[in-house]
């Protein structure tokens, strides 16, 4: 008989890439994640644990911008309403480009704020992120897609930031490079290397810039972290600033591409972050996973994952 005040770190929700877990309130949470060639599904917990499926929440018409490659769906409370984040190919051009879109409601459905790219620079970007500081200032963190972006000969995915107006119906400013793969971990393959997936932390005053490196359908994709002073940058990374990797662990593969999550009772910092679902065969079909982020007296981040799928774990606190 097993405990019901445990659960398995392995979700079960597979054929997902980039979960990204929405708490609504103590006992309410959503998760998105690249789900369907039509735009995005959602799910519904009200533990972290178990989730129902529900039907898209984002779905493509005739009219909108994008037409495939819908990716990394990312949801913010704002002033009332559901604000949508994601990326999408844009019918233009043929670039992957950043798109908004809103509810008043979690589930969606969610629409456009226009008909266009909401961040289009030129050429493609992929994984926004935003942060609200404590100030109300906002920014929008993302990924120069190595599809187009060419350094010394390499197609790399770099880590951008940009200030966004304070009603999100803009930007402010021009946008500024804060982190490239440079890293032995980091290492192009073959002409191709990756800093993408950027999440950002705020935590005593420093920002905490967590990212994945590695392609996706490699074994060795992984999750590192860059600190800084300033939302705009520079960010340092520190020794050591792979957090979150297979290296020999037989049970896992390609962990990465993250979000963080508060526990019901706020005292737990969660990350839900995809793995490879056959692990003898990485490909886009991956699964969610969970495990817990703590930082350390000297202000270091570090993960407690990968955790093994079979292995039962306490709830998160605060879990009814």
Same mark, same amino acid.
């Given at each position: 008989?097993?405990?019901?005040?445990?659960?398995?770190?392995?979700?079960n929700?597979?054929?997902?890439?980039?979960?990204?877990?929405?708490?609504?309130?103590?006992?309410?949470?959503?998760?998105?994640?690249?789900?369907?060639? #039509?735009?995005?599904?959602?799910?519904?917990?009200?533990n972290?644990?178990?989730?129902?499926?529900?039907?898209?929440?984002?779905?493509?018409n005739?009219?909108?911008w994008?037409? #495939?490659?819908?990716?990394a769906p !990312?949801?913010?409370?704002?002033?009332?309403?559901?604000?949508?984040?994601?990326?999408?190919?844009?019918k233009?051009?043929? &670039?992957?480009? =950043?798109?908004?879109?809103?509810?008043?409601?979690?589930?969606?459905?969610?629409?456009?704020?226009?008909?266009a790219?909401?961040?289009?620079?030129?050429?493609a970007?992929i994984?926004?992120?935003?942060?609200i500081?404590d100030?109300?200032?906002?920014?929008?963190?993302?990924?120069?897609?190595?599809s187009?972006?060419?350094v010394?000969?390499?197609?790399v995915s770099e880590?951008?930031?940009? !200030? &966004?107006?304070?009603d999100?119906?803009?930007?402010i400013?021009k946008?500024?490079?804060?982190i490239?793969?440079?890293? !032995?971990? #980091?290492?192009?393959?073959?002409?191709?290397?990756?800093?993408?997936?950027?999440?950002?932390?705020?935590?005593?005053?420093?920002?905490? &810039?967590?990212?994945?490196?590695?392609?996706?359908?490699?074994?060795?994709?992984?999750?590192?972290y860059?600190?800084?002073d300033?939302p705009m *940058?520079p960010?340092t990374?520190? #020794?050591?600033?792979?957090?979150?990797?297979?290296?020999?662990? !037989?049970?896992?593969?390609?962990p990465g591409?993250?979000?963080?999550?508060?526990?019901?009772?706020?005292?737990?910092l969660?990350v839900?972050?995809h793995?490879h679902?056959?692990i003898a065969?990485?490909?886009?079909?991956?699964?969610?996973? =969970?495990?817990k982020?703590?930082?350390?007296?000297?202000g270091? =981040?570090?993960?407690?994952g990968? =955790?093994?799928?079979?292995?039962r774990?306490?709830?998160p606190? *605060?879990?009814?």
């Amino acid at each position: 008989m097993s405990d019901k005040r445990t659960f398995y770190p392995d979700l079960n929700i597979t054929n997902i890439g980039d979960p990204f877990m929405l708490k609504v309130d103590p006992t309410h949470y959503y998760m998105y994640a690249t789900s369907s060639d #039509e735009g995005f599904y959602s799910w519904e917990s009200n533990n972290m644990t178990d989730w129902k499926k529900n039907d898209l929440c984002y779905r493509k018409n005739d009219d909108s911008w994008g037409y #495939e490659c819908f990716w990394a769906p !990312e949801v913010i409370i704002f002033k009332g309403k559901y604000y949508m984040l994601y990326t999408a190919r844009d019918k233009k051009d043929n &670039l992957l480009k =950043l798109g908004l879109a809103v509810s008043d409601e979690p589930a969606g459905p969610f629409k456009d704020i226009k008909n266009a790219p909401f961040l289009d620079l030129g050429y493609a970007t992929i994984d926004g992120n935003i942060l609200i500081d404590d100030d109300g200032r906002i920014y929008l963190y993302f990924a120069r897609d190595c599809s187009v972006n060419i350094v010394d000969g390499n197609h790399v995915s770099e880590i951008y930031v940009i !200030e &966004l107006k304070n009603d999100l119906s803009g930007t402010i400013g021009k946008e500024k490079k804060l982190i490239s793969p440079f890293l !032995e971990w #980091e290492k192009p393959q073959g002409g191709w290397g990756w800093n993408e997936g950027p999440e950002v932390l705020k935590h005593n005053g420093k920002y905490y &810039l967590t990212y994945s490196a590695n392609y996706f359908e490699s074994p060795e994709y992984s999750i590192g972290y860059a600190v800084s002073d300033d939302p705009m *940058g520079p960010f340092t990374k520190p #020794e050591n600033n792979r957090i979150l990797y297979k290296g020999d662990k !037989e049970y896992i593969s390609g962990p990465g591409h993250h979000s963080f999550v508060y526990s019901p009772d706020d005292t737990e910092l969660w990350v839900a972050y995809h793995s490879h679902t056959d692990i003898a065969h990485p490909s886009g079909d991956r699964k969610v996973n =969970l495990c817990k982020a703590y930082f350390r007296p000297d202000g270091s =981040l570090y993960f407690d994952g990968p =955790l093994d799928p079979k292995v039962r774990i306490p709830l998160p606190s *605060g879990v009814k």
